[in-house]
């Protein structure tokens, strides 16, 4: 089983490797992101576009991530990401076959990089949602470039997407897939979602779930099954919140 997940704009400092971009999940994407990421630390130098890329106001935080480019020592993906999600998995506390769980199962949808693995090593840097490097709609560029390579990594696998559902614009599987919502009080909630989210990965790491059948008959504390339905490929279980 495959787990895909989204990533967070927030970012750690640090690393302990130099970042190679051909050390990244499936090698036939390097033309594509090293076209991508070139343009990027190209418009870095334009305070204009920078400030557009980043997502952010301030000039002093711009000329940080402007002078951060690229070149910072790089560390896994996992640990990258600090978000919501990733305090919630909560990644250096679990066991080291919990970790390698996540590391080989788990995939992140960079906006900068396109799909990785957890464990991949990757730099600090900026780029908001949805924002255009250079001309390029990122989404729709690593959709076009990866979809495809995605869909054959994936045959053999179930999945379980715990994406927001922005990243739908990168990638939605060809195939049989499971997602997950979660409501309180009868509404769903962003801040819980992505809390959740973390929660729910954490626990599939720590007991090796290897299927959508063992998955369902793991107890998530706080969590209480509402319904499933399913829809074509798609099959969505609804979570209450306790």
């Excluded at 970012?11 to 130099?18: A, C, N, P």
């Excluded at 940080?64 to 990733?86: D, E, I, M, P």
């Excluded at 470039?145 to 559902?165: C, F, M, P, Q, V």
């Excluded at 790491?205 to 829809?231: C, V, W, Y």
Aim: proline share 2%; hydrophobic share 35%; aromatic share 12%.
């Amino acid at each position: 089983m495959k787990i895909l997940l989204a990533p967070s704009e927030t970012k750690s400092t640090g690393g302990t490797i130099s970042f190679d971009l051909s050390n990244l999940w499936n090698k036939d994407l390097y033309e594509a992101r090293s076209k991508l990421t070139q343009i990027y630390l190209k418009d870095l130098n334009n305070n204009i576009k920078a400030k557009q890329m980043f997502g952010l106001k301030k000039p002093n935080e711009i000329e940080y991530y402007q002078n951060v480019g690229l070149h910072s020592l790089s560390t896994k993906a996992v640990l990258r990401y600090t978000g919501v999600a990733f305090d919630h998995l909560d990644y250096k506390s679990l066991s080291e076959a919990s970790q390698r769980y996540i590391d080989e199962n788990v995939m992140i949808f960079s906006n900068l990089f396109g799909p990785i693995a957890a464990g991949d090593f990757i730099p600090q840097y900026r780029l908001a949602q949805g924002a255009k490097v250079g001309e390029l709609e990122v989404d729709r560029y690593y959709k076009s470039n990866s979809a495809k390579l995605l869909d054959e990594y994936l045959t053999d696998e179930e999945i379980l997407d715990i994406r927001a559902g922005y990243y739908d614009r990168f990638y939605v599987p060809n195939k049989n897939y499971t997602t997950l919502k979660f409501l309180k009080d009868g509404k769903a909630v962003s801040h819980w979602a992505k809390a959740y989210r973390g929660k729910v990965l954490r626990e599939c790491a720590k007991n090796q779930i290897e299927s959508m059948k063992d998955f369902m008959a793991l107890p998530i504390e706080g969590l209480s099954l509402i319904e499933m339905q399913t829809r074509k490929n798609k099959t969505e279980i609804i979570y209450k919140i306790d």
